[in-house]
């Protein structure tokens, strides 16, 4: 596949941002964050014109404590008819519970680094794979979406550089078991262009880019610039986190995930059309970071802010 002599009149110019700001972004916070106020960013993300949010997982409190009012969470989610809320699970029993609990979209997560994988749960890439095809299976007979993720798609905090065949290789594996999309996920933030160009011309020989979403850590600066060069590739589908919360727990020095308004200020700039309005997420950024105690990450957040005052 030649992604890069694709024209890009001839791509989707409608961008899909899914949300993982309420899991993702909220999963590490050392202080408790009610369900109720879960539940209002949630709604508040709604509002902003938002149709894919992460809304929780279904993990053992003891390695999550803040995703422990999972089932709370998703029985309270609002009737937003045309929105989807995936809930993270790490095999079939948080399936089944994630399920009694009412979801109706799942995820899975492996990674492409052997040592990433047996430090994050303690077993290989190919035996966390196969813990999946049952939750697949089950998945499919209850009519449940499941989405697919892939972390260290670029390096690996304790094994350094990883192979875009590895990432290629696991890809291909959750496609194979059912999964309708897959996102790659720079764990550390630590990819340029460079490095994500290499990997996503090998993924797309694979795999078409409509499969495919990016999920970029904005550690050393380069989410944008990395989002930019999945763009030019035909990826049409991104993670973002508002307020650009998030970090991972087994990537020492990784930060948060890209921010979503610094993402919808890249797609507006570029004219693709995400369907988020800019103002409101910016407002819901601010929002959540106040419940935090802190500002959000996101430079775009702060900007419009500090031009809001300079304007009165």
């Not at 890209?258 to 570029?270: F, I, K, Q, S, W």
Request: net charge negative; charged share 20%; glycine share 8%.
């Amino acid at each position: 596949m030649d992604t890069m002599n694709t024209s890009q009149t001839d791509l989707p110019q409608h961008v899909r941002v899914v949300e993982v700001g309420p899991r993702d972004g909220l999963q590490n916070e050392p202080q408790w964050v009610s369900t109720a106020t879960k539940l209002t960013l949630i709604e508040r993300l709604i509002n902003c014109g938002i149709r894919d949010i992460e809304a929780t997982a279904f993990v053992s409190p003891k390695r999550a404590p803040q995703m422990a009012d999972a089932a709370e969470v998703v029985h309270a989610l609002p009737a937003a008819p045309g929105v989807h809320f995936p809930v993270l699970v790490p095999n079939l029993r948080g399936f089944e519970t994630a399920l009694a609990a009412g979801a109706r979209e799942v995820a899975v997560f492996a990674a492409a680094s052997e040592s990433f994988s047996q430090r994050h749960v303690s077993c290989s890439i190919a035996e966390s794979v196969e813990r999946f095809r049952p939750v697949l299976q089950a998945a499919h007979a209850n009519d449940i979406r499941v989405r697919g993720y892939v972390s260290c798609v670029v390096s690996c905090p304790y094994q350094g550089d990883v192979a875009p065949q590895a990432v290629t290789r696991v890809a291909c594996e959750l496609a194979d078991l059912g999964c309708y999309e897959i996102s790659l996920g720079d764990t550390l933030g630590a990819g340029t262009p460079a490095s994500v160009a290499r990997m996503l011309e090998a993924v797309l020989r694979e795999l078409p880019a409509s499969r495919i979403a990016g999920h970029f850590h904005d550690t050393y600066g380069m989410a944008i610039a990395n989002i930019q060069c999945a763009l030019e590739f035909g990826l049409r589908n991104f993670d973002a986190s508002v307020a650009g919360l998030g970090g991972c727990p087994y990537a020492p020095g990784a930060s948060g995930n890209v921010a979503t308004e610094d993402v919808v200020y890249l797609l507006n700039g570029l004219g693709y059309e995400c369907g988020i309005n800019l103002d409101k997420l910016v407002a819901t950024a601010w929002f959540i970071a106040g419940e935090l105690g802190r500002e959000p990450a996101s430079k775009v957040a702060r900007a419009l802010k500090a031009r809001s005052f300079s304007n009165r």
